[in-house]
């Protein structure tokens, strides 16, 4: 038998996680992803989207993925259960249980992106000395 949600079941395992001493929680009190935004956008160059198509994730949140991916030294597959299957990387990432998430090759292309501009390395510099 399952049982049914409570209305706070989703906060108290927050908390609970918290408490455990949630390493993504605590780089989200510490580091300012925010700053990384110029640089993100900077080197990504969208399209202007007049042909349509699905608007691209934001590159703050895909590059919170790779801190994820990286700390874990995770595969882009597996990168992509962990942020669709963890509470604590769906808090990290600020997204909720129906939110949209990166698939595989997204979290691929994005981390591709970043390498082929040369900024990837500077990025985690950054990232490292925050």
Same mark, same amino acid.
Do not use: M, Y
């Given at each position: 038998m399952v049982k &049914? $949600?409570?209305f706070f079941d989703v /906060? #108290? +395992?927050v908390a609970r996680l918290s408490g455990l001493g949630d390493q993504l929680e605590a780089f989200s009190r510490t580091v300012d992803? /925010?700053?990384f *935004?110029?640089?993100? #956008?900077k080197v990504l160059t969208y399209s202007d989207r !007049?042909?349509?198509g699905r608007p691209p994730f934001d590159p703050v949140l895909m590059f919170r !993925?790779?801190? !994820? &991916?990286?700390?874990?030294?995770? $595969?882009? #597959? %597996?990168t992509e259960y962990l942020i669709n299957g963890c509470l604590s990387c769906m808090c990290f990432? %600020?997204?909720?249980? $129906? /939110?949209r998430m990166p698939d595989a090759r997204t979290v691929w292309l994005? *981390? /591709? +992106?970043l390498t082929q501009a040369g900024a990837i390395e500077g990025l985690f510099n950054h990232f490292d000395t925050t």
């Open positions: &049914q $949600s409570g /906060e #108290e +395992r992803f /925010e700053a *935004r110029p640089d993100l #956008e !007049i042909k349509g !993925i790779l801190v !994820i &991916q990286t700390l874990n030294n995770l $595969s882009d #597959e %597996r990432l %600020r997204l909720g249980l $129906s /939110e994005f *981390r /591709e +992106r």
